[in-house]
């Protein structure tokens, strides 16, 4: 499972659907313990997030930068591909 907030997502929980843009949803679940007048009650119930298809990072500059590896980068693709890379 891959874990995001109090939600657990998966590929596995249901095929993954294409959102464009080299993301895709997965489905997953959200749960937390709730206080009841009767004592604690857990919750749990469907959630979906976007994720980025599984690419190799060349596949995936290539596609949304439209890039050509054949010449040397320039310092503003270089910020460009560090920007989008971040947090992944």
């Known amino acids: ?12 929980l249901g095929a993954p659907g294409p959102l464009g843009g080299g993301t895709e949803y997965w ?3 959200y749960q937390s313990l709730r206080p009841t007048q009767m004592g604690l009650s857990l919750n749990i119930d469907v959630s979906s997030r976007a994720f980025y298809e599984p690419v190799r990072v060349t596949e995936f500059i290539s596609k949304h930068f439209k890039l050509n590896f054949t010449r040397q980068l320039s310092d503003q693709d270089r910020l460009k591909i560090k920007k989008a890379l971040r947090g992944l």
Request: hydrophobic letters at 35%; charged letters at 15%; a positive charge.
């Open 1 to 12: 499972y891959t874990v995001a907030g109090r939600s657990f997502f998966s590929p596995n």
């Open 27 to 29: 489905r997953g679940f």
